[in-house]
């Protein structure tokens, strides 16, 4: 069964529609990474999600029962919960803080105490637990507040940003830690992230979003250009670049080049591929069994390769490269 | 005027029983009412709202004035026979106090981070734990309403002369019989008095900072 199901949802703040999508399924136990710049409409999808926040319109269903009357929403907030972006920690003590929760279920101050420092020992927090939140470093504070929700042992976490400031091996041991959780017990898992490498890591699904749209294409290689219009086959200018894409459209538009659709090669040759640009290779980064070149053309653009071809070119970061792709390939909305 | 040392202590008693006693009535009111306008949404808020902090600057005597024209024999309240009593002056000084606790405890409320109520909704806290929370991370701005209100009232003198009389061992409180002294040309006594109210009042914010320094628990 789903955790989430998501019909039509929308959301509008003064006037103005900040989220619209049509249909999403979280199903039980996934990971699933929501990606997007600033503003694509991450942290609004998360808080309906955990349903503080009243949709517009559309619909949301946790485990198979619509959430709709604000009766409901107070049920559901019982069984999921959020990690904000900028976790705020109550005033008091970390064992305070992560026992909150649990006593606004009406357990026990002895029993939530215990649970609490079980789930801050799981986060491997368990000397913070006396501490005064505000003497509290910001991982620290992001950190207490993880366990603060998984010592609810909700259906589903959703996170805003669960890594956003953090160095890599603090960001390594919370996705551990919440692996870890998900071995333990069912657990979904939703986090936002504006970068693509941590959702590709750790997540095993997901949604891409822009402008409040889920996106066809992940935001790696999304460009706001103005196209002139006048021809099918058009020459945009994005940096100092020119493409060729094939489009009748005319005016502001988002054209993006799918990762997958990207040749690389350590020479320029001659194909049907109507962009060529040639670039150092600034970012490298393991996709599985593919890997995640990012080369600096003038533009940022990352290619996604097999391995064995990354291996057999010998692409090294600081290495020059070519990236080939049809205009076909450039997808404009 | 001079008064025994029996006198004055009578007279510090009565003040404080008076201040005392107006604040707690004044807070019991308003920071329900404080919290509920720095809290809900509604239509004409902000008007109240407004109008609230107008009252802060109301003159103590016109509040005097209003309480006495109410207590006042032929008043609509003059079967109580409360004017030229101790109570008369709690009942002006609450009305002094009342606009001070609520609108300090609105802003108090009003200046808590977002986060809090999101936070404890997010963790499954209830409207009634959710609304506890919020007023608990603001308790230091709460309690520094309370101690404007106490201060307010203790020092007022200009309600607390109409409405109380500055009766000898029944009405007489630091500030009127302050008034009385320096109009009499006893200075020495009126300074006394002075030093007293000012002792009050530094022993009740040491007692309200030592609450806050304990309350963090």
Redesign the interface.
């Known amino acids: 069964m789903a955790t989430f199901e998501v019909t039509a949802l929308r959301q509008a703040f003064g006037g103005r529609e900040v989220l619209a999508l049509d249909a999403l399924a979280v199903r039980e136990g996934a990971r699933l990474a929501v990606v997007g710049p600033n503003g694509a409409g991450k942290s609004t999808l998360l808080r309906l999600l955990a349903f503080v926040d009243t949709p517009l319109s559309g619909s949301i269903a946790l485990e198979g029962r619509r959430v709709a009357s604000a009766a409901d929403r107070r049920q559901a907030r019982q069984r999921v919960t959020l990690v904000e972006q900028r976790p705020y920690l109550f005033r008091g003590t970390v064992l305070g803080n992560v026992a909150y929760g649990l006593r606004a279920r009406g357990v026990s101050a002895a029993e939530a105490g215990e649970r609490a420092a079980a789930a801050l020992a799981r986060l491997r927090l368990r000397e913070l637990a006396g501490r005064d939140t505000r003497a509290l470093s910001d991982g620290e504070i992001q950190r207490v507040a993880v366990a603060r929700a998984l010592a609810l042992e909700p259906v589903a976490v959703l996170l805003d940003e669960p890594v956003s400031g953090a160095d890599r091996a603090a960001q390594h041991a919370l996705f551990e830690a919440l692996a870890a959780e998900q071995g333990r017990r069912p657990l979904t898992i939703v986090f936002a992230s504006h970068l693509l490498e941590d959702a590709y890591r750790w997540a095993d699904d997901l949604l891409a979003l822009h402008q409040g749209r889920a996106s066809p294409v992940t935001p790696e290689n999304l460009f706001r250009v103005d196209l002139a219009g006048g021809a099918p086959m058009q020459t945009v200018s994005i940096g100092p670049l020119a493409l060729e894409v094939v489009t009748d459209r005319k005016g502001p538009a988002t054209l993006a080049i799918p990762p997958d659709e990207i040749v690389l090669s350590t020479e320029a040759f001659h194909s049907s591929a109507r962009n060529v640009l040639r670039g150092r290779v600034v970012r490298v980064a393991e996709h599985g069994a593919a890997m995640r070149v990012t080369l600096d053309a003038g533009i940022e653009l990352v290619a996604l390769i097999t391995r064995k071809s990354f291996e057999e070119m010998g692409l090294a970061v600081g290495g020059t490269a070519f990236a080939s792709f049809k205009s076909v390939a450039v997808r404009v909305f | 005027m001079s008064a025994p040392g029996g006198e004055v202590l009578g007279i510090a008693v009565l003040s404080l029983k008076i201040a005392l006693t107006a604040t707690v009535l004044a807070c019991l009111l308003g920071i329900p009412l404080g919290f509920f306008l720095g809290w809900t949404r509604f239509a004409g808020r902000r008007v109240l709202l407004a109008l609230l902090n107008t009252a802060l600057a109301l003159p103590t005597v016109v509040i005097g004035l209003l309480i006495y024209l109410l207590l006042a024999r032929r008043g609509p309240l003059g079967v109580l026979g409360m004017l030229y009593t101790w109570q008369a002056i709690v009942v002006a000084e609450v009305v002094l106090a009342l606009p001070i606790a609520t609108a300090l405890s609105a802003a108090a409320i009003q200046a808590v ?1 977002p ?2 109520r ?9 409207t009634l ?1 959710t609304a506890w ?1 919020v007023a ?2 603001a308790r230091f701005a709460l309690l520094a309403g309370v101690v404007v209100a106490f201060g307010r009232v203790l020092s007022e003198v200009g309600a607390a002369l109409m409405v109380g009389g500055n009766v000898r061992h029944e009405t007489r409180t630091l500030t009127t019989a302050i008034t009385l002294a320096t109009s009499q040309g006893d200075f020495g006594l009126a300074v006394a008095l002075g030093l007293i109210l000012l002792a009050l009042a530094l022993t009740v914010s040491v007692l309200i900072q030592l609450l806050q320094g304990h309350g ?2």
């Not at chain 2, 999101?118 to 209830?126: C, P, Q, S």
Request: charged share 40%; aromatic share 0%; net charge positive.
């Open positions: 981070d986060r809090v999101r936070t404890a909704l997010t963790l499954g806290a209830g734990r929370t608990r991370e963090d628990v």
